[in-house]
């Protein structure tokens, strides 16, 4: 189920919503026009859990970008066409009303927090493990959390799939206990077979709940 659109508009120009997008396409097209060699950035940038365990520790990894800072960096690395076209098209659904609600400052410290915190999420989960983490699902997920408490009944169309509208909570309720669902049912496989973050979406979602309240989502 893909949501479409949301019966929300918002009053401002969502610029930093807009900014995030154009960044984030920018530098997937220029993964896709480094090739086999875009290899180098996910080894540079992108979030290793058992280089950040090695780097908190004390044992710095030989590289030149020091591990800490892949919690933010690798917010805006994508694996694939699909990844970063779901991720870009949540954002741009539920990231505008946000903004507004926020303000521009405010919702880029949140989101840029609120991916952190989901790779955070993810680290304290699977310390041990080699697989490179990237994309911007944790941010968008705090993104998905702060909608989902300031406006769930607000009407979101899926599309193809189902023309109706639905109410968020549906939306987002389900897809946050799909997140939880998989990440516990991925507890003690192979790191190999986990397949996507799902404690990183969790993570990022209730914390996005939390940080927004926090920083006046309800003033108004």
């Known amino acids: 189920m893909v949501p479409f ?4 508009p918002t009053n ?3 610029f930093v919503v807009y900014a995030l997008i154009t960044i984030n396409l920018i530098l997937f ?3 896709i026009f480094l090739g086999e060699r875009s290899n180098y950035l996910f080894e540079l940038y992108a979030l290793i859990p058992k280089e950040l365990s090695a780097s908190l520790a004390g044992n710095r990894p030989n590289q030149p970008v020091p591990e800490i ?3 933010i960096t690798s917010q805006f690395l994508h694996s694939g066409l699909i990844h970063i076209g779901f991720n870009m098209l949540f954002l741009w659904i539920f990231g505008n009303n946000i903004e507004e609600c926020l303000g521009h ?3 880029l410290f949140f989101y840029l927090s609120c991916g952190v915190l ?3 999420t993810h680290w304290v989960l699977a310390m041990e493990s080699t697989i490179p983490t990237v994309g911007a699902s944790g941010a968008i997920a705090g993104v998905m959390g702060a909608y989902l408490l300031k406006y769930p009944h607000a009407k979101i169309i899926l599309f193809p799939f189902v023309t109706k509208k639905l109410p968020a909570f549906f939306f987002l309720g389900f897809w946050f206990f799909y997140q939880a ?3 516990v049912a991925s507890l003690g496989l192979p790191e190999s077979s986990s397949g996507s973050a799902y404690w990183a979406h969790a993570g990022g979602f209730i914390f996005g709940a939390i940080l927004a309240t926090l920083l006046g989502l309800f003033r108004d």
């Open 118 to 120: 989901a790779a955070l």
């Open 181 to 183: 669902f998989k990440g």
């Open 105 to 107: 400052f405010k919702f």
């Open 29 to 31: 097209f220029y993964e």
């Open 5 to 8: 659109r949301s019966e929300n």
């Open 69 to 71: 800072y892949t919690l």
């Open 12 to 14: 401002i120009t969502p």
